[in-house]
T-cell receptor, first 114, second 113 residues
């Protein structure tokens, strides 16, 4: 059974801080790892990672994957109150189907205080 | 612009009622999914569909059924709602293939009293 574990489960910081969110996984046949941000609405896509060691970057957010150690990190620099959200990590198993089925972690609740 | 819509944002039902949650996507995606989201448990897959009239059980299908009569529409049915089905329900869709993101609807917060 595929498994995704995120840590920490919640985090409170002040504006300007840098945060690192962790995602470890066990999947029988890895295809890709995805990060989503969820405010009080639909989760929105941030990154998809398929190869180890290649950093994906979007503004103050970046993410990297380590397929040997089976984890990914999501970094947010110079945090702002608008970064307050639940951050979701999910993995896709390549085996057997092309349906795009994802297994999600518990999510990390990030709160950024002014 | 990509869009997944859900029929209700908030719903309150009584124990034993039959509940229908509707999801519509306008992206011509083959695959659609229903999740429930509970604090500390993340998103858990209830059912998914990879084609019209086709469905597969996810990780927690008990107490739920689904219907996909048209490609753009995927319905989740609670045959007899129970209080432990109080949750946030999220619908998603994606293209076939392993390298596409899933697009999510805004969610339906269902309360069963």
């Amino acid at each position: 059974e595929d498994k995704v574990v995120q840590s920490p489960l919640s985090l409170v910081v002040h504006e300007g801080d840098t945060v690192t969110l962790n995602c470890s996984y066990e999947v029988t046949n890895f295809r890709s790892l995805l990060w989503y941000k969820q405010e009080k609405k639909a989760p929105t896509f941030l990154f998809m990672l398929t190869s180890s060691g290649i950093e994906k970057k979007s503004g103050r957010l970046s993410s990297i994957l380590d397929k040997k150690e089976l984890f990914s990190i999501l970094n947010i620099t110079a945090t702002q109150t608008g970064d307050s959200a639940i951050y979701l990590c999910a993995v896709r198993n390549a085996g057997g189907t092309s349906y795009g089925k994802l297994t999600f972690g518990q999510g990390t609740i990030l709160t950024v205080h002014p | 612009d990509v869009k997944v819509t859900q029929s209700s944002r908030y719903l309150v039902k009584r124990t034993g009622e039959k509940v229908f949650l509707e999801c519509v996507q306008d992206m011509d995606h083959e695959n659609m999914f229903w999740y429930r989201q509970d604090p500390g448990l993340g998103l858990r897959l209830i059912y998914f569909s990879y084609d019209v009239k086709m469905k597969e059980k996810g990780d927690i299908p008990e107490g739920y059924s689904v219907s996909r009569e048209k490609k753009e529409r995927f319905s989740l049915i609670l045959e007899s709602a129970s209080t432990n089905q109080t949750s946030m329900y999220l619908c998603a869709s994606t293209m076939t293939g392993g390298y596409y993101e899933q697009y999510f609807g805004p969610g339906t917060r269902l309360t069963v009293t």
